[in-house]
């Protein structure tokens, strides 16, 4: 294993907590296919949705999305976003990744900026990059305390299949019997689930501040089935309008008079999290690691409501242990450290748990969680990076025919 810094013992469940912070302001066959398989045609089930988007500050991205109807319910929906570097997608590109969200995330292009946005670097140097949308997305913010009850059965084995029915799609749409998968926070677990059932189907894993988590003890609370980001002091509407008066015009009055200006006010929020860590365990942007414009436009798009039966889930088990080990998978994977003194450890051990050789730890030492998928330094010491590994896998998966 490669890592660049030593790492502490680790911390339990520190990073799956993005709900908490919000609050305060708010998962098989074994089969490899041949590299002369034939692959089937994309399934009919996933259908596209309005027109290709364009980006101003990334000229030649397109956005294109589609969606698949998962169930009866309006709310029984996910999504994909496929950003890609050219107007008419080829064939086969030579890298596909998948990116899974982390909690109450979603797979929308929230800046138009490469330099903060995951999806946009990686499709302006060629990656054909599919980011996912899970059910939560489909779920509207004024959605009732009753309306949500249907979130008490939208465990992670529920979620998982989501993913699997995507991966499926990604693959025979972009003609690769193998992809990359990557996560952010709980995206990351979803992964490893994914690869311990499905590692015939990728050539890498890269992890974004994210670790295996085995969940709380207990149930939820009776009558409560999805966690809120918004808390009874902040309420949805006033969450919402903390980030847009950051958005347009972060030097104006803040909502709350001990604060200088409305970025101030957000600084402050990120920083002090106590969900993660309470020092600059989410964001860090008074060590210039995060810029609370960019921070607004990525907390905006959150879904509102989350199931909390996923909280008390502990769905990797020995037999799902057993199999991550033995996929060998290779893993690139990063990790803040301002969530707490342990939290490295956590994405460390988890990264090793697929038994590959090739796994290498990124420590970026004084990051909040946040900045990792949208700091300051992001394109240079993440996105960069990952480019470099990907392309570098890519190759020797060709070599082997994958």
């Known amino acids: 294993m490669n890592t660049s810094v030593n ?114 670097y990686m499709a302006s140097h060629g990656v054909d990059f599919w980011a996912l949308d899970y059910r939560t997305h489909f779920v509207p913010a004024s959605t009732s305390s009753a309306g949500l009850v249907e979130l008490q059965s939208w465990t992670n084995e529920m979620f998982e299949a989501d993913i699997s029915a995507a991966a499926r799609f990604v693959m025979a ?34 992890v974004f501040d994210g670790a295996i988590s085995h969940g709380r003890r207990g149930s939820p609370p009776p009558g409560i089935y999805a966690d809120d980001v918004s808390g009874k002091h ?72 989350w199931p909390n039966v996923q909280d008390y889930e502990d769905s990797f088990t020995p037999a799902m242990a057993e199999s991550l080990t033995n996929s060998r998978i290779p893993v690139l994977a990063f990790s803040s450290t301002n969530i707490g003194p342990d939290w490295a450890q956590g994405v460390a051990k988890s990264a090793a748990s697929t038994g590959s050789r090739d796994v290498t730890i990124k420590i970026l030492s004084n990051w909040g969680h946040l900045d990792v998928i949208c700091g300051t330094y992001a394109a240079h010491q993440v996105f960069a990076p990952v480019l470099l590994w990907l392309k570098k896998h890519s190759q020797a998966a060709s070599d082997s025919g994958g």
Not at 182 to 206: D, I, K
Not at 242 to 261: H, Y
Not at 278 to 284: E, I, S, V
């Open 173 to 206: 749409t972009a003609g690769r019997p193998r992809i990359f998968l990557a996560g952010f926070s709980r995206g990351v677990l979803f992964a490893y689930l994914y690869a311990a059932a499905h590692p015939e189907n990728l050539n890498g894993l890269v």
């Open 234 to 305: 902040l309420t949805w509407d006033k969450r919402q309008a903390l980030m847009r008066l950051v958005i347009d015009n972060p030097d104006g009055p803040a909502p709350l008079p001990q604060f200088k200006t409305a970025a101030d006010n957000l600084n402050h929020v990120v920083y002090d999290s106590a969900g993660f860590g309470g020092k600059g365990g989410l964001a860090n942007p008074f060590a210039g690691l995060a810029d609370p414009s960019v921070l607004a436009r990525i907390l905006i798009q959150y879904d509102r409501y």
């Open 7 to 120: 790492i502490r013992p680790c911390i339990h469940n520190a990073g799956f907590a993005i709900y908490l912070f919000l609050a305060s302001v708010t998962i098989a066959m074994s089969m490899v296919p041949a590299a002369n398989a034939q692959l089937a045609a994309p399934p009919k089930t996933f259908a596209a949705i309005g027109k290709p988007r364009m980006f101003a500050a990334a000229h030649g991205v397109y956005e294109f999305v589609f969606q698949e109807q998962r169930g009866p319910s309006p709310f029984d929906r996910i999504g994909l976003h496929r950003i890609t570097p050219e107007p008419k997608p080829p064939a086969h590109p030579t890298i596909v990744m998948l990116y899974l969200p982390g909690t109450n995330m979603n797979g929308e292009i929230a800046i138009d900026d490469p330099r903060y946005s995951l999806p946009l």
